[in-house]
C-alpha cells in the first residue's frame, strides 16, 4: 500500500502523489488483483487520484490523455510501489485513436476489465458567446469521448464476459449552470449514456454508472475559475468545503467492485449536498 498522509489546506483534504485517501483503508489490498483498469484522463486530478488508489488495490492500470507528460509520473510512482502501470496517448475526440488506444492496452496487459471515463474540458463563458469551435472541443471530448472509449472497450469486454464502466459526469448535468451550457450539455448526454449502456449490456455483465462530482478543488478547476474558487461558493454546499480528488476515490472503488454486482445505471452525486434543496430557514 502506498503512504495515506494527509494534509489540510484551509477546509480542504488535499491528498497528494504518491498518497492514497485513508478511505480506501476500508478495502482489500487484493481487491483488484489480477483485473486491468484503464483510466482516461488519468494524468491529473481525479484520474490521477483514481489510478494510484486502483493500483494500491492490486489492479494493473492503464492511464490515458493527450498529454504523455501527465502521464508519466503517474506510472513512475505506481512502479515505484510496486504495482504495474502503463501508458500512452490517446484523442478520445478521434475514434481511430480510441481503438488503437484500446489495442494497444489489451496487447500490453492482455485485457480491460473496468473502465474509467474520466477525460474532460472545460471553461467558462456566457452562452451568447459560445461559439462553435468551443462547443465541439468541450462536448467532444466530454461526450463524444465517453461514447468512443465505451463502444471501444465495451466491444472487447462484450467478448470476454464482462466488466465495469464508470464515467465521470458533473451535477451540472442534472440543472442549469450558469457559463457551463457546453459541459452540462456534454455531462448529462454521458448520464443518459450511461443509463442506456446500463440497460442494454446488463446481459453481457456488464454494468455502467455515472459518478457526478460537484465543484472538486483540482488544477482544471481553478485554472477555469481564474486561479481560485470563489468562497461565496460554499454557502450552496452543506458541508461547507469544496471536494477533493481524494472524496471521489471510494466511490469509483466501489461501483467497479464485486460489492456492486448488482449496482448499474445509476447516478452519484458526490458533492457535499449541493444538489440538495436549501433550507427556507
Known amino acids: 500500500m502506498g503512504s495515506n498522509s494527509v494534509r489540510r489546506e484551509g477546509d480542504s483534504l488535499m491528498v497528494g502523489l504518491g498518497e492514497t485517501p485513508?478511505?480506501?483503508?476500508?478495502f482489500a489490498e487484493d481487491l483488484f488483483a489480477d483485473r486491468v483498469v484503464l483510466v482516461t484522463g488519468g494524468g491529473t486530478g481525479i484520474g490521477k487520484a483514481v489510478a494510484l488508489a486502483f493500483a494500491d488495490h492490486g489492479a494493473d492500470v492503464a492511464v490515458v490523455s493527450r498529454n504523455m507528460d501527465h502521464l508519466t509520473p503517474v506510472v513512475e510512482e505506481i512502479e515505484s510501489r510496486g504495482g504495474r502501470a502503463y501508458a500512452t496517448t490517446v484523442d478520445v475526440r478521434e475514434y481511430e485513436s480510441v481503438d488503437t488506444m484500446t489495442e494497444t492496452v489489451v496487447e500490453e496487459f492482455g485485457g480491460i476489465d473496468v473502465l474509467v471515463n474520466n477525460a474532460g474540458a472545460n471553461f467558462l463563458t456566457p452562452t451568447e458567446l459560445l461559439t462553435p469551435n468551443g462547443w465541439r472541443a468541450v462536448v467532444g471530448t466530454i461526450l463524444d469521448g465517453t461514447a468512443y472509449c465505451t463502444l471501444s472497450v465495451g466491444e472487447h469486454m462484450i467478448e470476454n464476459d464482462g466488466g465495469a464502466i464508470v464515467s465521470m459526469g458533473a451535477t451540472n448535468s442534472v440543472q442549469g449552470a450558469p457559463y457551463h451550457a457546453h459541459s452540462g450539455a456534454g455531462k448529462a448526454g454521458v448520464?443518459?449514456?450511461?443509463?442506456?449502456?446500463?440497460?442494454?449490456w446488463a446481459v453481457h455483465d456488464i454494468r455502467a454508472n455515472t459518478i457526478a462530482p460537484g465543484i472538486i478543488e483540482t488544477e482544471g478547476v481553478t485554472e477555469a475559475a481564474g486561479g481560485e474558487l470563489p468562497e461565496e461558493i460554499l454557502q450552496d454546499i452543506p458541508a461547507e468545503r469544496f471536494g477533493t480528488p481524494a472524496d471521489c476515490v471510494p466511490t469509483v472503488l466501489f461501483l467497479t467492485s464485486?460489492?456492486?454486482a448488482y449496482v448499474t445505471g445509476g447516478y452519484f452525486a458526490v458533492d457535499g449536498g449541493q444538489l440538495l434543496a436549501s433550507s427556507p430557514f
Not at 485513508?22 to 476500508?26: I, K, M, Y
Open 191 to 200: 448520464h443518459n449514456l450511461m443509463q442506456t449502456v446500463a440497460s442494454e
Open 258 to 260: 464485486p460489492a456492486a
Open 22 to 26: 485513508p478511505s480506501t483503508d476500508l
